[in-house]
């Protein structure tokens, strides 16, 4: 074997070698991406179980059993009312505060966190109220070591009363 044919070969094995390594490289990134899709897809589940659920309750504690056409009977206060514990819950509100820690088979460790504030709507802006409104917005927050992110959703609840 000449010196032309060694050089050959090793040029030959270098480029081998990097194949192997960009190939290897690309399989451990899209292996990460996969795995990072179904942390985001189970705490999207985790987030929109929360909404839903908090939008099959009653608005308010005072509209649980009864009707109102005021809002200064609307509860001053958001939260779970005493001795309310999750998840027997009865209104939108009572899951301001709600931290939940999720620990699912085969996946990730998820924190889930819940605010809910009283808004005032004007067109298509969405401001926190300090006054007591017929509409409530509930923030869900998941999180995970496992995720770069934090996920977060949204969803507004209104009162209507129809005579």
């Known amino acids: 074997m000449g010196t032309g ?6 040029m030959a094995t270098m480029m081998l070698g990097r194949l192997i390594l960009s190939v290897n ?3 451990a990134m899209s292996g990460a991406a996969i ?3 179904a ?3 189970t705490g999207t589940s985790l987030g929109t179980s929360i909404l839903e659920e ?8 005072a509209t649980d059993t009864s009707s109102i056409n005021n809002t200064s009977f609307l509860s001053t206060t958001l939260g779970p009312e ?3 514990v999750y998840p027997d819950y009865d209104d939108y509100d009572d899951f301001e505060g709600l931290v939940r820690v999720d620990s699912l088979q085969g996946s990730a460790v998820f924190t889930t966190r819940v605010d809910v504030d009283y808004v005032s ?10 006054t007591r409104t017929y509409n409530k917005r509930i923030t869900v927050k998941v999180s995970s070591p496992s995720m770069t992110d934090t996920l977060k959703f949204y969803d507004v609840y209104s009162y209507w009363y129809f005579r």
């Open 35 to 37: 795995e990072m899709s």
């Open 5 to 10: 044919q060694t050089l050959l070969t090793i």
């Open 54 to 61: 908090a939008s099959g309750m009653a608005f308010d504690e």
């Open 121 to 130: 709507i004007s067109g298509s802006t969405i401001v926190v109220s300090g």
């Open 25 to 27: 490289t690309g399989t």
């Open 39 to 41: 942390y985001r897809i």
């Open 82 to 84: 005493s001795g309310e």
